[in-house]
Antibody, heavy 119, light 108 residues
Framework: EVQLVESGGGLVQPGGSLRLSCAAS????????MTWVRQAPGKGLEWVAN????????YYVDSLKGRFTISRDNAKNSLSLQMNSLRAEDTAVYYC????????????WGRGTLVTVSS | SYVVTQPPSVSVAPGQTARISCGGN??????VHWYQQKPGQAPVLVVH???ARPSGIPERISGSNSGNTATLTISRVEAGDEADYYC???????????FGTGTKVTVL
């Protein structure tokens, strides 16, 4: 089955760190750019970061100011998001999504993992 | 950065037509994609590249894009269409993806 499954979410204190993972299955992971999208409670979707098929290019939303790092391991069909210096406003459901080949939209989404930043 | 705006809400009676706008500067020059998100679920792609439907999406759902506005149209609205809808574009100037603000569709 073609799917993405996120993990690693949870409760973390402000200033803390968390690493999210996304396990891909049912497709050739290395052929796709991958993305993280987040959604704060009751709010809209926000693109966070994406990474090229081979990991050689990475892009981030400007507001992150270097606190997050996206990475991938094609041998393990895995995508990650290292989140540091977390703030209350980072509280959100984080979705892993696949970018279609040669297109600029997301054709496969995971179910998301909730990150709560609170003391 | 590129800004995309949507009306916060649209209400429509069953069987009628819902139109959701997505506004941006010369958005007609960009490919616009639409996602449907029901409560507690991940978004689902319903229209890509302005007016193309992925397999499994009913013909009642269609899209258009011209000038400064893209539009998602849902014909013969059903209760199951009640959801949040987001438009999305790729901003080539910043190499960033941009989502619209989202529209909640309520079926009366």
């Amino acid at each position: 089955e073609v799917q993405l499954v996120e993990s690693g979410g949870g409760l973390v204190q402000p200033g803390g760190s968390l690493r999210l993972s996304c396990a891909a299955s049912g497709f050739t992971f290395s052929r796709y750019w991958m993305t993280w999208v987040r959604q704060a409670p009751g709010k809209g979707l926000e693109w966070v970061a994406n990474i090229k098929k081979d990991g050689s290019e990475k892009y981030y939303v400007d507001s992150l100011k270097g606190r997050f790092t996206i990475s991938r391991d094609n041998a393990k069909n895995s995508l990650s998001l290292q989140m540091n210096s977390l703030r209350a406003e980072d509280t959100a459901v984080y979705y892993c999504a696949r970018e279609g080949v040669g297109v600029w939209y997301f054709d496969l989404w995971g179910r998301g993992t909730l990150v709560t930043v609170s003391s | 950065s590129y800004v995309v705006t949507q009306p916060p809400s649209v209400s429509v009676a069953p069987g009628q037509t819902a139109r959701i706008s997505c506004g941006g500067n010369n958005i007609g020059d960009k490919g616009v994609h639409w996602y449907q998100q029901k409560p507690g679920q991940a978004p689902v792609l319903v229209v890509h590249d302005d007016d193309a439907r992925p397999s499994g999406i009913p013909e009642r759902i269609s899209g258009s894009n011209s000038g400064n506005t893209a539009t998602l149209t849902i014909s013969r609205v059903e209760a199951g269409d009640e959801a949040d809808y987001y438009c999305q574009v790729w901003d080539s100037d910043s190499d960033h993806y941009v989502f619209g603000t989202g529209t909640k569709v309520t079926v009366l």
